[in-house]
């Protein structure tokens, strides 16, 4: 687990797992480095680690909401590291455009979401 400013971070692990069109964040470098990196993009989701006997040859691979399938247990060598961000106090605003109801603008507003257009 880490920390960073007042959110912490924990790691879940799949060996000989790995996820569809990662980005590659960088070769030569140690895991702690890779979740690093991981961590200081909000839209990264994971880490696919591919550790070597030459520090050169490794590689950290981050999945996000441009990935695709995972494959468990079929990529040998490979340990996946799923991210879970706790950061108590923080809000997160992302714009989307959806269809609802008038009974489920209802419930959103309750529950503190802002609607910017209602049609």
Request: glycine residues 10%.
């Amino acid at each position: 687990m880490g920390i960073a400013g007042s959110c912490t971070y924990s790691w879940t692990s799949q060996f000989n797992t790995n996820v569809n069109d990662g980005r590659l964040a960088s070769t030569g470098i140690t895991l702690t480095t890779c979740q690093q990196a991981c961590i200081a993009d909000d839209s990264c989701t994971g880490v696919d680690w591919i550790p070597a006997e030459s520090a050169n040859a490794r590689s950290c691979w981050m999945s996000g909401p441009w990935s695709g399938t995972t494959n468990v247990g079929t990529a040998v060598g490979v340990t996946h590291y799923t991210i879970t961000r706790n950061c108590p106090g923080q809000t997160y605003s992302k714009m989307i455009k959806i269809t609802i109801s008038q009974a489920e603008a209802l419930v959103l507003d309750t529950l503190g979401v802002v609607l910017l257009s209602v049609t």
